[in-house]
């Protein structure tokens, strides 16, 4: 029987009724933590067990991830640092999970941006895109074909938005949002053709809307995107947006409520084998951070879990991942035993969490992004 090594990134509708599943692997970054106090990227078993801190990040090779690692079609992962290469203004990086090998590939500077924020993707072309924040300037999309040619894709503005924080959307077009700018100044909704570089801007949140969002589109099953806002929609706490590429049409879902129910999601959502939605926000009866479940045919949210500090962690910032074991695993960005963080294994048949693992700052220390998965199946 013939090993092969594949894998899966934020699964979010898929489902491998023909599969012999080895071990899973999880897989992520942290902000800070590690040697340097500068970030780690590190990997667990979906039990919790064998974790291993595979790569400190340093000032000379990029420091502070502000986001995910994905998996590329070459079989190394690549990601982003916020900071730290010889222009302090961040760098794109390579990772060989099976040798631990770290490359710069690129360091950002005046002239290609800087403090990229967000994860990238890759495009069915193979090349990568991702974001930019700073270096004097509202930002820009930017694009990189492997292995070394950098290109810029659109320049952000106040009129038609600027600080996008999450990651971009490919459905045909590129869908995107930014947590800055527009006509109200409270962020956009954008479409880029990469084909022509034609940016548009398909919504300007206005607050009632929706307001401030902090991440970016999931494609559901039913062929529509998903999104939250952080801030706006009827109460100001934020909202789920639901956008249908086939017609244009933009609904604001549900409205965030109140403190105790969940409030200023900045995660993307992420489909379960169940049919429902998931994601995370602040709030709950402890005030740590809740995890909800979307109903997309009634447009229902519902609280399914509170996180508490010490016990089961505390500000979620990242997203939920759907594993191949039908399990959602995330992270806190702080609380748990060492009040750094901790990450988790969520099961959406019977809403039970199971903390997986305490850090401490060496091993890692408030993650932004999310974990990914890497898992070995045999046919």
């Not at 879902?253 to 105790?260: D, K, N, T």
């Not at 900045?266 to 429902?276: F, Q």
């Not at 399990?327 to 748990?336: A, Q």
């Amino acid at each position: 029987m013939k090993l092969i090594t594949i894998f899966l990134i934020q699964i979010s509708c898929i489902f491998f009724s023909n599969l012999s599943y080895g071990q899973v692997e999880l897989w992520g970054m942290t902000y800070e933590g590690g040697v340097n106090n500068s970030g780690v990227i590190f990997k667990i078993n979906s039990d919790g067990t064998n974790y291993n801190l595979t790569h400190s990040f340093s000032i000379s090779d990029g420091i502070n991830p502000m986001g995910s690692l994905i998996h590329a079609t070459d079989g190394n992962f690549y990601g982003l640092t916020n900071s730290g290469g010889p222009n302090n203004l961040g760098v794109m990086f390579r990772y060989d999970p099976n040798n631990n090998n770290y490359n710069t590939i690129l360091n950002f500077d005046s002239t290609n941006g800087g403090r990229p924020h967000g994860s990238l993707i890759q495009r069915v072309s193979g090349a990568l895109y991702g974001y930019t924040t700073g270096n004097g300037s509202n930002g820009r999309i930017f694009g990189y074909h492997l292995p070394w040619l950098y290109f810029n894709m659109h320049y952000f503005d106040s009129l038609t938005g600027y600080l996008a924080y999450g990651n971009i959307h490919e459905n045909f077009f590129m869908y995107g949002l930014t947590s800055s700018g527009g006509i109200y100044g409270k962020g956009v909704f954008f479409k880029l053709n990469s084909y022509n570089g034609l940016y548009t801007v398909i919504l300007n949140f206005d607050g009632i809307n929706g307001a401030n969002p902090q991440n970016g589109f999931m494609s559901c099953s039913d062929g529509k995107l998903y999104a939250t806002t952080m801030n706006g929609g009827n109460f100001g706490y934020g909202t789920i947006m639901r956008y249908n590429p086939a017609i244009n049409l933009i609904e604001t879902l549900y409205s965030f409520i109140s403190p105790v129910s969940g409030v200023h999601p900045a995660c993307n959502l992420v489909e379960a084998n169940n049919g429902l939605l998931y994601g995370m926000a602040d709030g709950g009866i402890n005030n740590d951070g809740i995890i909800f479940s979307l109903d997309t045919m009634s447009g229902t949210v519902t609280k399914v879990f509170d996180f508490s500090s010490s016990t089961s962690g505390e500000s979620p910032k990242g997203s939920l991942i759907n594993a191949s074991d039908g399990k959602l695993y995330g992270m806190t960005f702080s609380g748990g035993i060492e009040w750094t963080w901790c990450n988790f294994k969520f099961d959406p048949s019977n809403n039970t969490y199971v903390k997986l693992l305490d850090f401490d700052s060496i091993n890692g220390a408030k993650p932004l992004g999310d974990l990914i998965e890497y898992i070995a199946l045999q046919e």
